[in-house]
């Protein structure tokens, strides 16, 4: 009698052992920027991805392209213009239409938020957000770091969803993305709720994984973390709209089965307060043009 009791223990043990090992292999965090998968992994060995260096045997010379940090570091000759950190790409000079919505002219119009570089309201990215526009603006090469000869791509320059290129009909960067580069403090979270409503913004951020910069500004890097993923990066917004990815790589992971949905909803709500303190059903974009 005993030894049955033992093996159905042991089944028992052995299976939810097995069905927790599933979950969380299902829905723990993605692959670090070191691994393959990470789409931030531009290396020719990081196969699964679209952006990404030449191999070895399409490009015997394409020897830095089997490398994985070059392509945004370099720990010699590096360009360090406004606190970059290490970073091995030039800075572009388009200029980018800011975002058009009604809370921008509350923070434009509110000397505390310090809309732009270095005290010029000229509403221009800085910090880490310069940095994530010097590939994602959608006319620089991947491949043309500040050190050394370009790197051979197989695909050399971010299109669609992923770009910002001012030129484009969709300007995503005024039309269809959150205002960036601004301090983001008590007084202007008040401005904005006195035009939004009593509440409509929160400071701080309830989450501590999402951080303004040293200057306080609200940047990329607020939501967004370059290096990993924290859940699921195959969630997909409804239909019409369902061939469009869920912006991945948010800086918090909401865990257990969560999937980059929840994630961006985590986010989202650690400075925009839902009513009743639900979260609200994943709201899906307009089409861009």
């Known amino acids: 009698m005993m030894k049955h009791v033992r093996l159905i223990l ?12 599933v979950v969380f292999q299902t829905f723990a965090a993605g692959p670090l920027v070191s691994k393959p998968g ?5 290396s020719a060995a990081n196969t699964g991805v679209t952006y990404r260096a030449r191999s070895l045997a399409d490009d015997p010379a394409n020897v830095r392209g089997q490398e994985i940090c070059i392509f945004c570091h370099t720990p010699h000759n590096a360009n360090v213009e406004g606190g970059a950190p ?33 005290g010029q309201r000229n509403f221009q990215p800085d910090g880490s957000s310069k940095l ?14 500040k050190n050394g000869s370009p790197i051979a791509m197989v695909s050399d320059v971010i299109t669609g ?9 969709a300007n995503k960067m005024r039309y269809g993305h959150h205002p ?9 979270a008040s401005a904005i709720n006195l035009v939004k409503g009593a509440d409509s913004y929160k400071f701080p951020p309830s ?19 370059a290096h990993q993923n924290q859940s699921d990066d195959n969630t997909f917004y409804p239909s019409p709209n ?14 257990g089965a969560a999937t980059a949905s929840d994630d961006q909803q985590s986010v989202c709500t650690a400075c925009h307060p839902m009513d009743a303190g639900a979260v609200p059903p994943l709201v899906t974009p307009g089409l861009w043009p």
């Open 132 to 145: 994530c526009l010097s590939c994602h603006d959608g006319v620089s090469s991947l491949g043309a770091v």
């Open 86 to 118: 290490l970073w091995n790409r030039k800075f572009n000079t388009l200029t980018f239409q800011r975002y058009s919505g009604s809370t921008l002219f509350v923070i434009k119009n509110n000397s505390n938020a310090n809309y732009g570089t270095a």
């Open 38 to 42: 990470n789409k931030h992994n531009l």
């Open 207 to 225: 989450l501590p994984a999402v951080k303004l910069d040293r200057q306080g500004k609200m940047q990329c890097t607020t939501c967004h973390n």
């Open 180 to 188: 960036i580069s601004f301090v983001y403090d008590g007084s202007v």
């Open 10 to 21: 042991t089944v028992f043990v052995l299976s939810a052992s097995f069905v927790m090992a």
């Open 242 to 255: 369902d061939t469009r990815k869920v912006a991945p790589f948010w800086v918090y992971g909401a865990g």
């Open 161 to 169: 969803f992923a770009s910002f290129n001012p030129a484009d009909a």
